[in-house]
């Protein structure tokens, strides 16, 4: 997959911008404040139609301004695609060759970008959320069906939560979508069983890759309960164990939305024992495994580094642009840096 052009409107701190993009490593640098975040900030946006720095897409219009735009076309083989963002004080407007997408799956069928940015140091340290952020995404990504389960798996969880926050709880349609939940956590827990597997196969190249050295890391992933053939009878029994606390709580306290993964290398949790630099580096080894888990090569993501070099001392910087210039294409945003047949733009003060 190829980003083949980039035009922005009062995006951000950009009044107007316009690039041509080819395959390989394309390289934004400048000084800091000058907005190299700000387009890969847009290029992600193709792909999930959020950004990844802000939840108000008002943040993204140019101050003093009423409308902004991301205009791109998008090639997948020989398929071009034209993707329009349209932000206004209303709302935002996104569209596929010139189609309103009310989908979000049609949006991620179209277009895929993977990001690394510098607070993903933190992956195994930080939240749950961000960890089973990675899964959803990067599982949605290969296997389109995924997302239409956790779609729906997250609509029956509001339904159960507002019957639990309900003054009179009706016991008859919180069993029935607690057995929807159940029901539907199935195949979403087998996906990322075998997604992790997948993933497993391929990280420690990759991190052998940037760091030169064959060292044991692998993903801990645990369902909420076993994967096996008691799998419902399971979930159910778990569901009714936690119901007095939820009930209390008015919310669902277990369940896929509430599960989580680890990495152990050379058998340590890395976010419990692992130093910052054995946490950038395999965290970053994470981000680029999903890469190479889509076998049709026209659909591989596109790559995005944000402000990662700077952090990286020169041995990791070599090998790191030794492993991207095996990839389609990739953005990376510097204050400098200078990368043999790379397509460099550098950004001025405004």
Excluded: C, W
């Excluded at 490593?25 to 139609?49: D, H, P, Q, R």
């Amino acid at each position: 997959m190829i980003i083949k052009s980039l035009k922005l409107k009062n995006f951000r701190n950009h009044s107007y911008l316009y690039y041509e993009f080819k395959p390989g490593l394309n390289i934004f640098t400048g000084n800091n404040g000058v907005g190299k975040t700000n387009i890969v900030e847009a290029i992600y946006y193709l792909s999930l139609a959020r950004s990844f720095r802000t939840q108000e897409d008002k943040d993204l219009i140019k101050e003093g301004k009423d409308i902004a735009e991301i205009d791109s076309v998008v090639l997948e083989g020989d398929i071009n695609r034209r993707i329009r963002v349209l932000f206004s004080e209303q709302g935002r407007k996104v569209l596929l060759n010139n189609k309103p997408v009310s989908k979000l799956s049609d949006l991620v069928k179209s277009v895929n970008v993977t990001l690394f940015e510098p607070k993903d140091v933190l992956l195994f340290r930080g939240s749950p959320k961000a960890r089973r952020n990675f899964l959803d995404i990067n599982i949605s990504k290969k296997t389109p069906a995924y997302l239409e389960y956790i779609s729906k798996y997250e609509r029956v969880l509001k339904q159960r939560n507002d019957i639990l926050k309900s003054d009179n709880v009706d016991q008859a349609l919180l069993d029935t979508s607690t057995e929807m939940l159940v029901e539907l956590s199935r195949p979403i827990v087998q996906m990322r069983s075998a997604y992790v597997k997948d993933i497993n196969d391929i990280l420690i190249k990759i991190t052998r890759a940037l760091t030169d050295v064959e060292e044991a890391v692998e993903i801990h992933y645990e369902p909420y309960v076993p994967l096996d053939s008691n799998f419902a009878n399971s979930a159910k029994e778990a569901f009714k164990r936690a119901l007095e606390g939820d009930l209390k709580r008015k919310a669902t306290s277990i369940g896929v939305h509430r599960e989580d993964f680890s990495v152990t290398l050379k058998g340590k949790d890395i976010g419990e024992f692992g130093s910052q630099g054995e946490n950038r580096i395999v965290a970053l080894a994470l981000k680029l495994s999903p890469y190479f888990l889509i076998q049709d090569k026209d659909k591989r993501p596109v790559v995005v580094l944000d402000d990662v070099m700077s952090e990286l001392d020169r041995t990791h910087r070599l090998r790191l642009i030794k492993l991207l210039s095996k990839f389609e294409q990739v953005f990376i945003t510097a204050t400098k840096l200078e990368v043999k047949d790379a397509a460099l733009y550098t950004l001025k003060s405004k």
